[in-house]
């Protein structure tokens, strides 16, 4: 049987290396198409540097588009090679769209197909990751969830819950991986920073999308800089619109492109604070016990706050939500690590795969 993985963003290949290391360790025949969604060698090669990722065996190219001309680019990239290479099962990831992409043809080639990072919920379909989240989730066979809320939510959707398994994390299975490796000194050095910092990063379409929500955003991070410095690896997406909201180079700011996965995480190792809205930081943040204040006004990652050490914060409130986690020093994190969070979630995907291809666990 072949298993195929369908990757296409930066958070992607965090989420798959460990299952595609745990499933070669079993011996299964796999292969990872690259959808080409992010091309920047930043955003991707770099990935697979540091991750240890293979080669993929096809990359789709697709590039940038609006919804509707990126995912249709997917579709039909995505047909070709199903219909060339006849996986058993494809495996998609988070909630990008590359992976609603990937889920949509596949169901239709009645190729199965497990979604890894099942059930997250923001319940804000203004988000369009939430759309590609409800879709993926309607639509996979076997879905692997990280945290225990989403058992619920998947069972509310009607999915039978035989289809479900609990595993814990497998981005944070990447993080304990990397942890030898997150050294701050020698990126803090290259950044002349000083030993107190603080990270940041802004990508979320609400957020950096209008003048007006940059500009909002890009006030309230100078605000934090005036405290301690910042330094901001800018997402391509936003880079054009913060740059023009005010977000510049100077003397307590620094603003710098992607940062390579290793890179990323020793800086946030040895921050004293990280104002995000991205995700996966929020759940690393966790992880790695420091202060997380994320800019949204919801998460799909309650678990990061109940659990964690993370608060969602409005542009208004975080110069004073930064200034009390500044001011309270490393964060004690709400609770114990959220259950399975333990850097076994590849084993456990592969173990449940490796059966399910022997036929010995269907799914219904
Ligand atoms: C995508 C995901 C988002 C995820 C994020 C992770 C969707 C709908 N969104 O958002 O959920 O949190 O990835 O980083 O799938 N660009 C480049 N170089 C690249 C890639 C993108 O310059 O390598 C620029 C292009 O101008 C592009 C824009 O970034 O139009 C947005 O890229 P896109 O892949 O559409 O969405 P992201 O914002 O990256
Ligand atoms: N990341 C990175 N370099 C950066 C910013 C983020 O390596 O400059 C990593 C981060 O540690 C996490 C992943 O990228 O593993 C998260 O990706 P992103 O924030 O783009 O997406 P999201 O999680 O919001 O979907």
Same mark, same amino acid.
Request: charged share 15%; no cysteine; glycine share 6%.
């Given at each position: 049987p072949l298993v195929l993985h369908v990757l296409g963003a930066r958070p992607n290949f965090v989420?798959?290396?460990?299952?595609?290391?745990?499933?070669?360790?079993?011996?299964?025949?796999?292969?990872?198409?690259?959808t080409g969604q992010h091309y920047d060698a930043l955003m991707s090669d770099v990935f697979f540097a540091d991750l240890g990722l293979p080669e993929p065996v096809a990359n789709l190219a697709v590039g940038s588009g609006t919804?509707?001309?990126?995912?249709?680019?997917?579709?039909v990239g995505l047909e070709d090679v199903?219909?060339?290479?006849?996986?058993?099962?494809?495996?998609?990831?988070?909630?990008?769209?590359?992976?609603l992409a990937a889920i949509l043809v596949a169901a239709k080639l009645g190729i199965r197909t497990a979604h890894v990072e099942a059930g997250l919920r923001s319940f804000d379909r203004g988000m369009p990751e939430e759309v590609n989240r409800v879709v993926t989730d309607a639509l996979a066979d076997l879905l692997f969830?990280?945290?225990?809320?989403?058992?619920?939510?998947?069972?509310?959707e009607g999915v039978p819950p035989a289809k479900v398994h609990l595993v814990g994390n497998p981005m944070i299975d990447s993080l304990f991986a990397a942890l030898p490796a997150l050294d701050p000194a020698p990126v803090v050095a290259r950044l002349g920073l000083p030993s107190r910092y603080a990270v940041a990063t802004l990508h979320r379409p609400a957020n950096v999308d209008t003048a007006e929500a940059a500009r909002e955003l890009v006030e309230a991070v100078l605000e934090v800089?005036?405290?301690?410095?910042? !330094?901001? /690896?800018?997402?391509?997406?936003?880079? $054009?619109?913060? =740059?023009?909201?005010?977000?510049?180079d100077g003397e307590t700011i620094k603003v710098i492109e992607p940062l390579g996965y290793v890179d990323f995480l020793s800086l946030v190792r040895g921050a004293a604070l990280v104002v995000t809205d991205s995700g996966g930081v929020q759940e690393e943040t966790t992880m790695l016990g420091v202060p997380c204040l994320t800019l949204r006004p919801n998460t799909e990652r309650p678990?990061?706050?109940?659990?964690?050490?993370?608060?969602? !914060?409005? /542009?208004?409130?975080?110069?004073?939500? $930064?200034e009390? =986690?500044?001011a309270d020093g490393a964060a004690t994190p709400a609770g114990e690590l959220p259950v399975m969070w333990d850097g076994k979630a590849g084993p456990r995907i592969a173990t449940v795969i490796?059966?399910?291809?022997?036929g010995d666990n269907l799914a219904p």
């Open positions: 989420k798959a290396a460990p299952v595609v290391r745990a499933l070669g360790e079993l011996g299964v025949r796999q292969g990872i198409i690259h919804h509707a001309r990126q995912t249709a680019a997917l579709l199903f219909l060339a290479q006849e996986p058993d099962l494809v495996v998609v990831y988070g909630d990008v769209n590359s992976t969830v990280t945290s225990p809320e989403a058992l619920a939510y998947l069972a509310s800089s005036r405290r301690t410095p910042v !330094v901001v /690896p800018v997402h391509p997406r936003g880079k $054009a619109r913060l =740059a023009e909201a005010g977000l510049v678990i990061t706050i109940t659990h964690g050490t993370n608060r969602l !914060v409005t /542009p208004a409130l975080l110069p004073a939500a $930064a009390k =986690a500044l490796a059966a399910w291809l022997k």
